[in-house]
């Protein structure tokens, strides 16, 4: 077994491992079952990913986003290290050679959604790889009581089945206990090992503020806080507005949203991260995976629907140790907005079988069919065909990946991709038998390398035409000769939302929807919005006490930084100012015997006049001065 010491200066260059790291690392090498709780930014794949490195065996990492699959398996590619994922949009050949590829020992990580694990070919192919280790990341999606449930991460326990005697490292960024003690449950985690780490972040300085003038507020937040901000807002329309206001400003911005193309969205994620943008106004599609360790400030234009969210956004500020700020804005109406939003959140019931059912329509699904079907999904086109609301069908498809019979994916961005189907002597036969092709096939080994025999690799067709000096059309029709003789496999770029259907179509009238959970499920998010209306509006406590405290961290002292406890500092500053001025004060008059109001002022005309007379009016008010028959102050000679 290779060191871990080792690999982590091999791969990620680092001399040694953050708290918590190593710990958790020592204890799945030990076979153990381990929950681990790392706040955001603390490195929690770093903990599964170094000792499946060190058991040079594959590692199945469940994660329930494709945005997070992607940027994983490009971060480890760039260090080295063979990883690949499988998600909806892929084609049936692509997901056979991938999961092919993971029995020869291709690669040390597959990530795969919950749902993919339940279909007959990954549980085949399971059987078939030499797995050393399971992790479940953003384990909290497999509770009911998390912010994000994921019905389908409950069939992982069955998954575990297949691999008897490996260890599940299950990591997420924020839970309660409850949720804690679900994942433990859930997951089948006997004697687990529980690591978890404060949840405090000692260099971020929490605020909230009520202000009917939130522009105002951002900009005196811009002025005093230099460097690079994400502004969070709830829709894509209000990126576009307040980004464009930023601009207006003279203040470089842009919008980040899931409406962009890729390339829109590649292209402003890296002017942002390599400092030519200064703020980033987007929706929470923004964030997963990016790794900017120089956030100055984190500001939430809306309020979140619950305090895990809340705490993953913001907690994207001062991952580099620094002083960083996140700011939360709100006025009354966004609390009603909130509470409005749980409305939508579960919708009429009739309503939910009527949308599923016009997708049934749309698609074409015969009832008892289309299980694990997935396909390009236009939310605009189908609310137009079926004369739906946007924002009402929003609300239930996301009502219905809850309850597990759909999965949508917002953010879908995948370049073409190729996969040579031949060998190299017969490629070389082929290019003696088609030598106008010779120049092409050549171009392509020369841009993509050996990989392109063993493993799809992506490739842009506007980079080859530029190359050979030829029109992108022309590419494209090459590629698909290519693929029309079985010498490539080609896949052509993707850039549309994919609806996933997870169980065989239902009658939509004998949908089984669960009543009780749905209840249940409903009452912890008005919960969950309440927490977070607390947390604003709280007039006086410490933001990381309420913070952590919902967290289950009982014993947290005051932070000092955030704007509730400036303002104590500053009143029991104030406070000490006073209790100064007022003895200084007294000792005058008792040394002149008495003295007028005005005279006294003369006497300390370095004081501001509103503090000068609060010491005055406290001397005066418990009588330690009184006022002679002449209107002069004099001490108070009753007092001892």
Same mark, same amino acid.
């Given at each position: 077994?290779?060191d871990i010491?080792?690999?982590?200066r ?6 040694t ?20 709780l ?32 992607k ?39 597959l ?25 479940v ?20 326990t ?14 997420t960024?924020?839970?309660?206990? *409850?949720? +804690?003690?679900?994942?433990l449950? #859930?997951?089948?985690m006997?004697?687990?090992? !529980?690591? =978890? &780490? $404060?949840?405090? @972040? ?12 939130? *522009?105002? +507020?951002?900009?005196?937040?811009? #002025? ?6 994400? !502004?969070? =807002? &709830? $829709?894509?329309? @209000?990126?576009?507005q ?5 601009a ?5 911005a ?28 987007a ?10 360790p120089?956030?100055?400030a984190?500001?939430?234009?809306d ?14 500020a ?5 002083k960083a ?21 579960f ?10 059912q ?10 008892g ?5 997935t ?20 609300y239930?498809l996301?009502?219905?990946?809850q ?13 073409s ?18 030598i ?33 000096h ?5 590419i494209y ?12 496999s ?8 994919q ?5 065989p ?10 009543f009780?959970?749905i ?31 919902y ?7 005051y932070?000092n930084?955030?704007d ?17 001025l ?28 509103a ?8 001397l ?20 001892p």
């Amino acid at each position: 077994m290779t060191d871990i010491h080792e690999i982590l200066r091999k791969y990620w260059g680092h001399p040694t491992f953050r708290p918590g790291q190593e710990d958790a690392i020592r204890s799945v090498l030990a076979g153990n079952d381990t929950l681990l709780l790392l706040p955001t930014g603390g490195g929690k794949s770093v903990c599964y990913q170094v000792p499946a490195l060190a058991m040079g065996k594959l590692c199945i990492v469940v994660s329930p986003l494709i945005a997070l699959m992607k940027d994983q398996v490009d971060q480890l590619k760039k260090r080295g290290i063979r990883a690949a994922a499988i998600y909806s949009g892929m084609s049936d050949r692509e997901i056979d050679i991938t999961l092919d590829n993971c029995i020869y020992g291709q690669y040390s990580f597959l990530y795969v959604s919950p749902e993919r694990l339940t279909t007959d070919l990954m549980i085949a192919r399971t059987k078939k790889m030499r797995v050393g280790l399971l992790a479940v990341d953003e384990a909290h999606c497999i509770s009911q009581w998390g912010y994000d449930f994921r019905s389908s991460y409950l069939k992982i326990t069955d998954f575990r089945s297949l691999l008897p005697g490996v260890p599940v490292i299950a990591v997420t960024a924020s839970a309660t206990q *409850e949720v +804690r003690t679900d994942i433990l449950d #859930k997951l089948s985690m006997k004697n687990a090992r !529980v690591f =978890t &780490r $404060t949840f405090a @972040r000692d260099n971020l300085s929490y605020s909230a503020f009520r202000t009917e003038a939130k *522009e105002t +507020r951002l900009m005196t937040i811009l #002025k005093k806080v230099p460097g690079s901000i994400i !502004v969070y =807002t &709830r $829709t894509r329309k @209000r990126t576009e507005q307040i980004a464009s206001w930023l601009a207006d400003q003279k203040i470089s911005a842009l919008a980040y949203h899931a409406g962009l193309s890729a390339e829109g969205r590649a292209r402003r994620q890296q002017s942002w991260i390599t400092g030519d943008t200064r703020v980033m106004v987007a929706t929470n599609a923004f964030g997963m995976g990016i790794d900017k360790p120089d956030v100055r400030a984190v500001v939430h234009w809306d309020l979140p629907s619950s305090l895990e969210a809340y705490y993953q956004e913001a907690g994207r500020a001062g991952r580099d140790g620094k002083k960083a700020y996140a700011v939360a804005l709100y006025h009354e109406q966004d609390f009603t907005i909130l509470r409005k939003e749980l409305e939508h959140k579960f919708p009429d019931l009739d309503f939910v079988r009527r949308v599923y059912q016009a997708l049934a329509n749309y698609f074409h699904i015969p009832t008892g069919s289309g299980h694990m079907a997935t396909y390009d999904f236009n939310l605009d086109q189908f609310c137009a065909t079926f004369g739906f609301f946007r924002t009402d069908v929003f609300y239930t498809l996301k009502f219905l990946e809850q309850e597990g019979f759909i999965l949508l994916n917002e953010i879908f961005d995948r370049p073409s991709q190729i996969k040579l189907l031949v060998d190299k002597l017969a490629l070389y036969d082929f290019q003696l038998r088609h030598i106008n092709f010779d120049p092409f096939i050549k171009r392509l080994l020369r841009f993509y390398g050996g990989e392109i025999f063993t493993d799809y690799v992506p490739i842009s067709e506007s980079a080859l035409a530029k190359s050979l000096h030829c029109p992108e059309n022309d590419i494209y029709k090459g590629l698909e000769f290519l693929a029309s003789r079985n010498i490539i496999s080609y896949e052509r770029k993707k850039d549309m939302p994919q609806m996933q259907f997870l169980t065989p179509r239902y009658d939509a009238s004998q949908l089984p929807l669960n009543f009780d959970s749905i209840k249940k499920r409903r009452d912890k998010n008005t919960a969950k919005i309440e927490a977070v209306v607390h947390y604003a509006s709280h007039p006086a406590q410490c933001r990381s006490i309420m913070l952590l405290e919902y967290f289950d961290e009982k014993e947290a002292g005051y932070c000092n930084i955030c704007d509730h406890c400036v303002e104590r500092k500053k009143a029991q500053q104030s406070e000490s100012e006073l209790a100064a001025l007022s003895d200084r004060i007294r000792e005058f008059v008792n040394e002149s015997g008495s003295a007028s109001p005005g005279e006294l002022k003369q006497y300390f005309p370095e004081t501001d006049l509103a503090v000068f007379s609060s010491a005055l009016n406290y001397l005066i008010k418990n009588e330690i001065l009184v006022y002679d028959k002449s209107g002069c102050l004099q001490p108070n000679q009753i007092t001892p």
